[in-house]
């Protein structure tokens, strides 16, 4: 299966801070999924990108898939303490087969 | 409530016993899929099935032994495990049509001793 690279691998922020989190591959991804997996809990998909340059929002997060489809980014503005959690993107290869990435565990100083 | 459940919660074994996990879909998929989530280590993808057939099986020892006899219902057969077996293991579903996003059950905490 593909590798996909994500940092950073820890984010600490100030409430109110802005947060990115970064997935990138060495090859051409078919489309990336974004997870959100809060403390003790378990991976909550948010969104897949499947499209070239594709821009897609849901509130204060904005998802990213590079022109070249090898990279992505998730970026919250304005952290709350309600987006502390691990996010995770996800590669997907042929078919059912997904590879995950390392994650970024995000903590939100109040 | 993802419509995925798992049993049991939490598991202690030692490493002559054999349990079983189990997980439960209630969306109507037709893929469902075994995750190992060990500390500081990406999720691990184990088995994959579609339609009931195994398509997927990443090099995972002989000690766990996936089952599944409907599109529902999934097994993992635990046989002889290892300390270093001990995570959190996941179950997930998806349509495997068009979207293939998945939906994650609460997980199986194995502590192997």
């Known amino acids: 299966g593909q590798q996909v690279m994500q940092i950073p691998q820890y984010q600490h922020v100030q409430e109110g801070e802005d947060f990115t989190t970064y997935c990138n591959s060495s090859t051409t991804l078919s489309n990336i999924q974004w997870y959100k997996q809060r403390p003790g809990g378990h991976p909550v998909f948010l969104i897949q990108?499947?499209?070239?340059?594709e821009v897609k929002k849901q509130k204060r997060l904005t998802f990213q898939f590079g022109e070249a489809k090898k990279n992505s980014s998730l970026h919250i503005t304005a952290t709350q303490t309600t987006d502390v959690g691990t996010y995770f993107c996800?590669?997907?290869?042929?078919?059912?087969?997904?590879?995950f990435g390392t994650g970024t565990s995000l903590t939100v100083i109040p | 409530e993802t419509g995925v459940t798992q049993t049991p919660r939490h598991l202690v074994m030692g490493m002559t016993n054999k349990k079983s996990l189990k997980c439960e879909q209630h969306l109507g998929h037709n893929a469902m899929y075994w995750y190992k989530q060990s500390a500081k280590k990406p999720l691990e993808l184990m088995f994959v099935?579609?339609?009931?057939?195994?398509?997927e099986n990443n090099s995972v020892p002989s000690r766990f032994s996936p089952e599944c006899p409907n599109s529902s219902h999934l097994f993992l057969h635990l046989h002889t495990l290892q300390p270093e077996d001990s995570a959190l293991y996941l179950c997930?579903?998806?349509?495997?049509?068009?979207?293939?996003?998945?939906?994650f059950g609460p997980g199986t905490r194995l502590t192997v001793t």
């Open positions: 990108l499947v499209k070239s340059g």
């Open positions: 997930a579903s998806s349509s495997g049509q068009e979207s293939y996003e998945q939906y």
């Open positions: 099935y579609s339609l009931e057939e195994r398509v």
């Open positions: 996800a590669d997907q290869d042929t078919g059912n087969q997904f590879y």
